[in-house]
């Protein structure tokens, strides 16, 4: 929900961010819909892969009540094909584009950990979220471009790059340490002007089945930061390799933990199941009322 800015700077910082001279309201969790253009992401890969089933797909999201929507047009997981700058933006311009004229009011995250894919995309098509799973590890330039783009990061945790992350990672304490490298990525970026800033711990990015457990229950020290959480755990493995399933069966295990993650602090829920989410939100939402 976009709403006026105050005239005067007094908001609660982690109750909004801004985006294209309004502010994004958190006071209730909001819902980011993923929308994948690879082929082989690890759930839904293909299946938008035309601009029509690309379109249509974003405006099933909206009707079903996404506030943001997540476009990425690069796998990251682990093993996946590396595009070049050029061919991500093959992907991307053509389907945001479009977007643009179909839902020009809709809030656009994009999915990317390079600088330059950022700034032609912000260039071309006006602000968009960007969505860094790197959090300015993988390209030097990221921090300085979102600050002269003056739009919205999240700021995500990784633990090495995607094609070998999840080859024996390991950790003293997974909670501090990953903590410790999104506090010295928040300290770059408030350096450099950069305000709003929303945090990801980075499930499944450099982590083993137990570092995401362990991480998941110790997701209220994140408020540690007073800045927006996001929280994305739908379909993956921890939840489907937990249960011995497969990720087209994983949508149950996906929204018991967006619960979890919602009573711990969580302001958005990254998803590719956007009707059930939201559904998720309402519930909670009721039953914080009788919290008071």
């Known amino acids: 929900m976009l709403i006026d800015p105050p005239e005067k700077n007094y908001f609660i910082k982690k109750n909004s961010i801004q985006y294209n001279g309004k502010l994004i309201d958190l006071s209730r969790p909001l819902v980011m819909g993923i929308l994948n253009l690879t082929p082989d992401s690890f759930y839904d890969g293909g299946r938008y892969a035309t601009i029509n089933h690309a379109v249509n797909h974003v405006g099933l999201m909206i009707q079903q009540g996404a506030s943001i929507i997540d476009i990425g047009a690069c796998s990251t997981r682990p093993g996946a094909e590396v595009l070049t700058v050029e061919e991500e933006l093959k992907r991307l311009k053509p389907v945001v584009r479009q977007i643009k004229r179909s839902y020009p009011n809709a809030i656009l995250s994009i999915d990317t950990y390079r600088s330059e894919v950022a700034k032609q995309i912000v260039g071309e098509f006006g602000d968009c979220i960007i969505n860094d799973i790197s959090g300015g590890t993988m390209d030097p330039n990221m921090f300085e471009t979102v600050a002269k783009l003056r739009v919205p990061y999240i700021l995500m945790h990784i633990k090495g790059i ?131």
């Open 162 to 292: 995607p094609g070998t992350m999840q080859q024996s990672p390991s950790y003293e304490n997974v909670t501090k340490e990953v903590i410790k490298q999104l506090s010295e990525g928040v300290y770059k970026l408030h350096e450099l002007g950069v305000n709003d800033v929303v945090i990801d711990p980075g499930f499944g990015f450099g982590k083993t089945l137990d570092h995401n457990f362990e991480l998941f229950n110790h997701l209220d020290a994140f408020r540690f930061f007073e800045l927006p959480l996001l929280v994305g755990i739908s379909r993956k493995s921890m939840i489907f390799k937990l249960l011995n399933s497969e990720p087209n069966e994983s949508l149950n295990g996906t929204t018991a933990l967006n619960i979890l993650a919602l009573q711990a602090g969580a302001n958005f829920l990254r998803v590719h199941d956007v009707k059930e989410a939201v559904e998720a939100v309402d519930l909670f939402e009721k039953i914080k009322q009788f919290a008071k």
